[in-house]
T-cell receptor, first 115, second 113 residues
């Protein structure tokens, strides 16, 4: 069974600074997808970024980028130029590429932005 | 395009009762998944439906069931409610069943007293 581990329950960063959230996962599969989801206090889960395991290039979405290390099974999220609106719970998630829609989530990292 | 909608948003039930939650996916999306979110267990997968068929089920007791209609709307039902069923129930839809992002609804907050 796949597992996802987020070892940082809480993180804080000064506004406009850069922060990196860590995620490791365990799987025996070679083809899969990884995601970062953001859940603000309003509770609506929002997709931040996704990475296909077969792609070597790290995904980037505006201020959000990932560092995907397949051999190390590591998938960290970097947020640049942090903004107050980035404050939220961030969840790392894994999904098999074998047609199984199940997302396996980590326990989340609560990110606080300090003005 | 409208997002995933869930009704009701909040619900209070008594132990032993049953409850039905509804999810309307994004227009054109055919896959609907359900998740339970609690402080203790985090986010756990309940089941996924695609074209009215349950494709995958998480490790939950048989009291948890669901279905999907021809218009892709989905319902989940919990019978004989227990205090531990208090949770935020999230629904997510995706365009197809492979390789597409899941988009989440706002959730239904269920409280069992």
């Amino acid at each position: 069974a796949q597992t996802v581990t987020q070892s940082q329950p809480e993180m804080s960063v000064q506004e406009a600074e850069t922060v990196t959230l860590s995620c490791t996962y365990d799987t025996s599969e070679s083809d899969y997808y990884l995601f970062w989801y953001k859940q603000p206090p309003s509770r609506q889960m929002i997709l931040v970024i996704r990475q296909e395991a077969y792609k070597q290039q790290n995904a980037t979405e505006n201020r959000f980028s990932v560092n995907f290390q397949k051999a190390a099974k590591s998938f960290s999220l970097k947020i640049s130029d942090s903004q107050l609106g980035d404050a939220a719970m961030y969840f790392c998630a894994y999904r098999s590429a074998r047609g199984n829609e199940k997302l396996t989530f980590g326990t989340g990292t609560r990110l606080t932005i300090i003005p | 395009k409208a997002g995933v909608t869930q009704t009701p948003r909040y619900l209070i039930k008594t132990r032993g009762q049953q409850v039905t939650l509804s999810c309307s996916p994004i227009s054109g999306h055919r896959s609907v998944s359900w998740y339970q979110q609690t402080p203790g267990q985090g986010l756990q997968f309940l089941f996924e439906y695609f074209s009215e068929t349950q494709r995958n089920k998480g490790n939950f007791p048989g009291r948890f069931s669901g279905r999907q209609f021809s218009n892709s709307r989905s319902e989940m039902n919990v019978s004989t409610l227990e205090l531990g069923d208090s949770a935020l129930y999230l629904c997510a839809s995706s365009l197809k069943s492979r390789g597409y992002e899941q988009y989440f609804g706002p959730g239904t907050r269920l409280t069992v007293t």
